[in-house]
């Protein structure tokens, strides 16, 4: 009887021609990648049952001409299933489809004509491709039809109910196992797939990232730098002493500017937007530009000082490049748990800035930064005519962790991604 060999646990599945035999060595463990395992199982799943019916067949002592028969029947059902339970069958158009699970169905049943009940569990692997390749509305029906055939022919052949229920469920079993493996390895490649479009999206975001931070901090001391080489220049010759000083000066923002290259390499930078604020005051003197700096705002965490900080570097930035500002007010206060920053100039750009995150301007960055924190960022021309740039943010930003370690540019980064 069938129900001799369907448990038995010692068939084994065929090794895959060409497959390549997994070396161990001491403190090593090399496994297969999960997509090709879960293919290998899903493999070898089909090949048991395949495996199931011609042991069948030979426990029923039929003559060789059968066993051969099988054979050929079992190897042309099991070449079909195959090709159905791979991940492309689920792209076929819809004719070609219904054709193979018809060709299916023909080597299905038509075998029972001949060996009866020793085909087994056949009829399951039909039922797993009926739920691979066909809508779900036209599927289920079909595999409970499937159900039905088997327990007609079980029936008819004069089984008690124990056996009759046992065949009928291990037919239906057997779909529901195939269905289940083959959409497992389905969702394992997907999963993979997955995981490298993820890889791929942190390197476009650490590129990101190291683009900003250029941006944010070389932007302000390169600006600074030719500010004063330009008033150096000027001085030589009537103002040694005084040129001999704002050379001091270009060296230490320079050396400044190389430690922020390298921090931004590295993955952060931590900035105070009280030295900030200070240091801008200074680079708009130079400039002869009247700064009033008022910061009044004690304390604050790591990631919202260096966001204010970085706004303070992009507002004086955009104001030494693009305006003629003879006046400049700085000021920071804090009302409740905003912190808010304004810049003040009476130099009116020639045109409104690019709002948009993704813009690649200063602004725009500056814009991503306070969003992913929680805050944000507003920039145009007063009624008075004055420029305006006011940035707020939370006392204690979003998407950081309450203890951070190193909360510079690169927490902002990490923040920004989780936004």
């Known amino acids: 009887m069938p129900s001799s060999l369907d448990s038995a646990s010692s068939v084994r599945a065929p090794a895959t021609a060409g497959a390549r035999t997994p070396s161990f060595r001491r403190g090593e463990h090399h496994e297969l990648p999960a997509p090709t395992l879960a293919k290998v199982i899903t493999i070898a799943t089909v090949v048991y049952y395949a495996a199931i019916v011609v042991l069948n067949v030979l426990w029923s002592r039929a003559r060789p001409g059968q066993v051969l ?19 492309g069958a689920r792209r076929w158009p819809a004719p070609r489809r219904y054709v193979m699970l018809a060709v299916q169905a023909v080597l299905t049943y038509l075998p029972f004509l ?21 809508p779900g509305r036209i599927a289920w029906p079909l595999y409970g039809l499937i159900a039905c055939s088997m327990l007609v022919m079980t029936v008819s052949s004069g089984l008690d109910w124990v056996m009759v229920s046992y065949m009928t469920a291990g037919s239906m079993m057997a779909g529901l196992i195939i269905y289940a ?13 997955s995981r490298a479009e993820m890889a791929r999206m942190a390197v476009t975001e650490e590129r990101l990232r190291f683009a900003r931070d250029l941006h944010d901090l070389l932007g302000y001391s390169l ?18 002493d005084r ?34 604020a200070e240091s801008a005051g200074s680079i708009l003197a130079t400039a002869d530009i009247r700064a009033e700096v008022a910061v009044s705002c004690g304390r604050l965490h790591p990631v919202t000082d260096t966001v204010l900080a970085t706004a303070v570097r992009e507002g004086v930035t955009n104001l030494l490049r693009h305006s003629k500002a003879q006046t400049c007010l700085i000021s920071v206060t804090m009302e409740e748990e905003t912190v808010r920053l304004r810049l003040v100039n009476d130099g009116v750009a020639g045109q409104r800035p690019d709002r948009s995150p993704y813009s690649g301007s200063g602004l725009g960055n500056l ?16 009624e008075d005519g004055r420029f305006e740039l006011v940035a707020e943010a939370p006392v204690r ?23």
Not at 70 to 79: M, Q, R
Not at 181 to 193: I, K, T
Not at 223 to 240: D, G
Not at 367 to 374: E, H, N, S
Request: proline letters at 4%; a positive charge; charged letters at 20%.
């Open 69 to 87: 028969i099988c054979v050929v029947c079992v190897t042309a059902l099991f070449v079909v299933q195959l090709l159905h339970v791979l991940p």
């Open 243 to 276: 040129a001999r000083e704002e050379i001091a000066s270009i060296l230490e923002v320079s050396r400044q500017a190389l430690s922020d290259v390298r921090r931004v390499a590295s993955g952060y930078r931590d900035m105070s937007l009280a030295e900030e």
């Open 114 to 134: 001949l060996f009866g009940l020793n085909w087994g569990t056949m009829a399951g692997p039909l039922a797993g491709s009926m739920l691979l390749l066909l």
């Open 367 to 382: 814009r991503t930064r306070l969003v992913a924190i929680g805050g944000r960022v507003e920039a145009g021309v007063r």
């Open 181 to 193: 493996m083959a959409r497992l390895s389905d969702l394992v490649a997907e999963v993979h797939a």
């Open 397 to 419: 930003p979003r998407n950081v962790p309450a203890s951070p370690e190193g909360n510079g540019l690169g927490a902002v980064s990490t923040a920004r991604s989780a936004a």
């Open 223 to 240: 600006s600074a730098i030719t500010l004063k080489s330009e008033l150096t220049y000027r001085l030589v010759s009537t103002r040694p």
